[in-house]
């Protein structure tokens, strides 16, 4: 009795701190052992029951709830349910395809802006013939060269102002001036053409080359010397 008493008071020490439902299953089972010893032969212990009320309510023979079964869930709706995947169908030859045929794409038109071989051979034959007269030509010399660039040149420069007579007039013309108009006097060179740049207006200068330096000094007006001296005397007052 000793021995049921100390595990009445440990169920009782167990329901005050609030132990779980397992510690005390434990200490049930105990007291059901001991209570089993002392009276086998008039209860077995295979179908003995033993209800303990404890003071918070609880039973000795406490047997935990089973798990909640879990919902059935409802089937699906036929919309949500997935479509079904079809095999592609096999055409045969006695069975035609019904999908649209599409035609094959017709071929470019052959555009205006390409050129033809066999259209610019003529062309082509002119070229050669243009290319074999002109290799047939003589090339120019140097000193041809050398007068058409000269010649270019002095058209080009033909109408430049001048602003002073004497900066404008080079050596070499310097010299052929001062022996075929001025007959070698440097003195009367030098003078006559500081008379010509004081000169305002073109007339006057004009005027004075009339009667002192073509009358005096007997200048032929068909030498390029004097149509360049003159022509030099022009641009000073262009």
Known sequence: MERIRTLINKLQQQA?????????????????AELSKMSPATQPASTSKISVVLPGGNVSNYIPPKPAAEPEKAPLPA???PAPVEPPPVY???????RPVIPPPAPEEKSAWVSDPLSEMPALAEQKKEMNEAWGKPAPSLNDKLKTETTELGSVLKDTPVKDLKKA??????????????????????????TINNFRAYPEAEFWIERELKIKL???ESKDSVKYFRQLVKRRFV
């Open 92 to 98: 045969t030859r006695a069975q035609p395809d019904p």
């Open 169 to 194: 007039i080079g050596i070499n013309d310097r010299f052929v001036f001062l022996h075929e108009l001025f007959r070698g006097d440097e003195a009367m060179y030098e003078r006559s053409i500081k």
């Open 16 to 32: 005050d701190q609030g132990e779980g439902p397992a510690a005390m299953m434990v200490t049930v089972q105990m007291l059901q």
């Open 218 to 220: 007997g200048w032929d």
């Open 79 to 81: 919309a949500a349910q």
